[in-house]
């Protein structure tokens, strides 16, 4: 069975920093995009990072240049360094995935989300 499991939120202030983590686990084949999305309190969750197999990235507008998507494709990994944090980015982050497991089925994976909270 495929998981994602995503690490790395807590507090911190205005200005700060914060690496957030997602391992992809099971029996897995290969991974094509991987995506972080957040979701602030009565709000849709919005996409803020995508990054392809080969490395290519693409960001949100509110996030660009603040934040920096990067994966470890032999560690099926991705990272979110987050940066100048603002109050704004407050929300639960999810780690998304599209994976083929051993049953050789593309599908879409989510992590169970972490909070990140930016407050002085």
């Known amino acids: 069975q495929v998981q994602l499991v995503e690490s790395g939120g807590g507090l911190v202030q205005p200005g700060g920093s914060l690496r957030l983590s997602c391992a992809a686990s099971g029996s897995i084949v290969s991974i094509g995009l991987m995506h972080w999305y957040r979701q602030a309190p009565g709000q849709e969750r919005i996409l803020v990072a995508t990054v392809s197999g080969t490395g290519s990235t693409n960001y949100a507008d509110s996030v660009q240049g603040r934040f920096t998507v990067t994966r470890d494709n032999a560690k099926n990994t991705v990272t979110l360094q987050m940066n100048s944090l603002k109050p704004e980015d407050t929300a639960v982050y999810y780690c998304?995935?599209?994976?083929?497991?051993?049953?050789?089925?593309?599908?879409?994976?989510w992590g169970q989300g972490t909070q990140v909270t930016v407050s002085s």
């Open positions: 998304n995935a599209d994976l083929i497991s051993t049953d050789r089925i593309l599908r879409n994976y």
